[in-house]
Nanobody, 115 residues
């Protein structure tokens, strides 16, 4: 199983970014996917998840209305669209899949929101 995140960077408050996570080594369309983030000095927290078909998603309260999760099962890719970003969104963002009692993680992509 391999998960590779990309799309992070330095942006100003109010800006948007789209993160991507390309998956390989498993049948992508058979598993829900999740996004987590870890801010400096804080524990890793769940951002949200999406069903295996991509027909339903959920987001933590702090990002609801600003972030959306989507996936393209033809491309083995899950996305995190982040809008109206704030400095509190600064973190390393990870995608995650839970297969057979094991949680697999990507290497993460750094997102920094600063003026």
């Amino acid at each position: 199983v391999q998960l590779v995140e990309s799309g992070g960077g330095l942006v100003q408050p109010g800006a948007s970014l789209r993160l991507s996570c390309v998956a390989s080594g498993f049948t992508f369309s058979s598993y829900p996917m999740t996004w987590y983030r870890q801010a400096p000095g804080k524990e890793r927290e769940l951002v949200g998840g999406i069903t295996k078909a991509g027909d339903m998603s959920s987001l933590t309260a702090s990002v609801k209305g600003r972030f959306t999760i989507s996936r393209d099962n033809n491309k083995n890719t899950v996305y995190l669209q982040m809008n109206r970003m704030t400095p509190e969104d600064t973190a390393v963002y990870y995608c995650n899949v839970y297969i057979g009692a094991t949680m697999f993680w990507g290497q993460g992509t750094q997102v920094t929101v600063s003026s």
